[in-house]
């Protein structure tokens, strides 16, 4: 199995597969759907138009033997640049538990080294115990974790080098 990271050159594509994105993470943050039945981005929550609009964010596709297999937006973090971010990370169902979210994260950083912030929703453990193990496997150090809020809502924080 083969996974690369590729730019997201227009975002279309990246649009078209975060309502899967938002539709995964209503589990956790209870959005509902629209009337017609999709997950639509709000602009006003999540710019994903700012990806392709701001040198400081990075869009990439996550492929799987040249097949489209989820995306990893990152960015400089909005409240100290002095971190790169990852703004959302997203790995399709069928290829979760294959490896893919852990190499494509590690694609990720290993193209952005530094310091770095992961957020993951507290009620998330799933997600909590992904960061956690991956997180371990990259940083340079043992990473500091601990509750913060962001946008009004508390989150938990990892802070790492890469």
Do not use: C
């Amino acid at each position: 199995m083969k996974i690369e990271l590729v730019s997201a050159e227009s975002p279309e594509i990246i649009m078209n597969l975060f309502q899967y994105y938002i539709y995964d993470m209503s589990e956790y943050t209870k959005f509902d759907p629209n009337p017609d039945g999709t997950f639509t981005v709000d602009e006003r929550v999540v710019q994903l138009s700012i990806y392709w609009n701001d040198p400081k964010h990075y869009p990439y596709l996550i492929l799987v033997d040249g097949e489209m297999a989820g995306f990893s937006l990152l960015r400089k973090f909005p409240l100290d640049q002095a971190y790169f971010d990852i703004g959302q990370f997203f790995v399709l169902r069928k290829y979760k538990h294959l490896g893919v979210g852990r190499e494509a994260f590690k694609l990720s950083v290993n193209k952005h080294p530094g310091r770095w912030i992961t957020r993951v929703l507290p009620n998330n453990d799933g997600a909590y115990k992904f960061w956690e193990k991956v997180i371990l496997e990259v940083a340079a150090e043992v990473p500091v974790v601990r509750k913060e809020l962001y946008m009004g809502k508390e989150m938990i924080y990892f802070y790492y080098n890469v």
